[in-house]
C-alpha cells in the first residue's frame, strides 16, 4: 500500500512569517512530487512540482526533495493571510503509472 | 489556464435516482482522463482512468456498476451516479494527460 503523510496540523503562522510543510512517502520508486493549494470548498490548485533531489523555487515557494529519507517539503516565505488553505502532498510513481497518491493535507492558517 | 472543465459545478439530487458529471478537455485531445473524489475533511482518491474508446479502469473498491464511466469522444468523459445515496455525495474531480497533475474545477454532489 503506497502511502503519503502530512501533518494533519493545524499550522498556524504570524503574517510574514516562514511556513514549512512536511510530507513523507512509502513508495521508495517515486519520481514525480507535486505540492497543491486547496482553498475550501474548491479544487486543489498546483503550485509547485519537483523531481529530482535538492530545492526547487518559484516566487515565494521552495520545494525540497530528499529521495534517501523519501521526504518533501514545501517552504512559504513571506506568509500571506491569503496563503490560508489545505497543502496537499502527492506523489506520482512514473512510468506509465499516472495515478496521484495524496496526503491527507496540512491546514495552514496564516494570522495578520 | 484551465486545462479542463467540468460540469455541473454542483449538484443535488434525491436518493435513487442518477447523475451525470462532465469532464472537457479544452483546446487538446485526451484518451486517459481521471476521475477523482475527496469526502469532506479528506484527501483525494483516485476512483477510475477513463479511456477513450475502451473500459474504464477502477481503483480497488470502487463499484464498476455504480460509477458508469463513458470516455466517447477525445474531449469528453462523462461519470454516471446511479442509484445515489448520501454517501455517495462528495467532491467529484477530473483531470487528463498528459496534463493529470491539473485537475478540473470539481463538482460537488449532495444526495438528498
Known amino acids: 500500500q503506497k502511502e503519503v503523510e502530512q501533518n494533519s496540523g493545524p499550522l498556524s503562522v504570524p503574517e510574514g512569517a516562514i511556513a514549512s510543510l512536511n510530507c513523507t512517502y512509502s513508495d521508495r520508486g517515486s519520481q514525480s512530487f507535486f505540492w497543491y493549494r486547496q482553498y475550501s470548498g474548491k479544487s486543489p490548485e498546483l503550485i509547485m512540482s519537483i523531481y529530482s533531489n535538492g530545492d526547487k523555487e518559484d516566487g515565494r515557494f521552495t520545494a525540497q526533495l530528499n529521495k534517501a529519507s523519501q521526504y518533501v517539503s514545501l517552504l512559504i516565505r513571506d506568509s500571506q493571510p491569503s496563503d490560508s488553505a489545505t497543502y496537499l502532498c502527492?506523489?506520482?510513481?512514473?512510468?506509465?503509472?499516472?495515478?496521484?497518491?495524496f496526503g491527507k493535507g496540512t491546514l495552514l492558517t496564516v494570522n495578520p | 489556464g484551465a486545462v479542463v472543465s467540468q460540469h455541473p459545478s454542483w449538484v443535488i439530487c434525491k436518493s435513487g435516482t442518477s447523475v451525470k458529471i462532465e469532464c472537457r478537455s479544452l483546446?487538446?485531445?485526451?484518451?486517459?482522463m481521471f476521475w477523482y473524489r475527496q469526502f469532506p475533511k479528506q484527501s483525494l482518491m483516485l476512483m477510475a482512468t477513463?479511456?477513450?474508446?475502451?473500459?474504464?479502469?477502477?481503483e480497488q473498491g470502487v463499484e464498476k456498476d455504480k460509477f458508469l464511466i463513458n470516455h466517447a469522444s477525445l474531449t469528453l468523459s462523462t461519470l454516471t451516479v446511479t442509484s445515489a445515496h448520501p454517501e455517495d455525495s462528495s467532491f467529484y474531480i477530473c483531470?487528463?494527460?498528459?496534463?493529470?497533475?491539473?485537475f478540473g474545477p470539481g463538482t460537488r454532489l449532495t444526495v438528498t
Open positions: 502527492a506523489v506520482n510513481s512514473g512510468g506509465s503509472n499516472y495515478k496521484l497518491t
Open positions: 477513463s479511456n477513450e474508446g475502451s473500459k474504464a479502469t477502477y
Open positions: 483546446d487538446f485531445q485526451a484518451t486517459t
Open positions: 483531470s487528463a494527460l498528459p496534463y493529470e497533475q491539473y
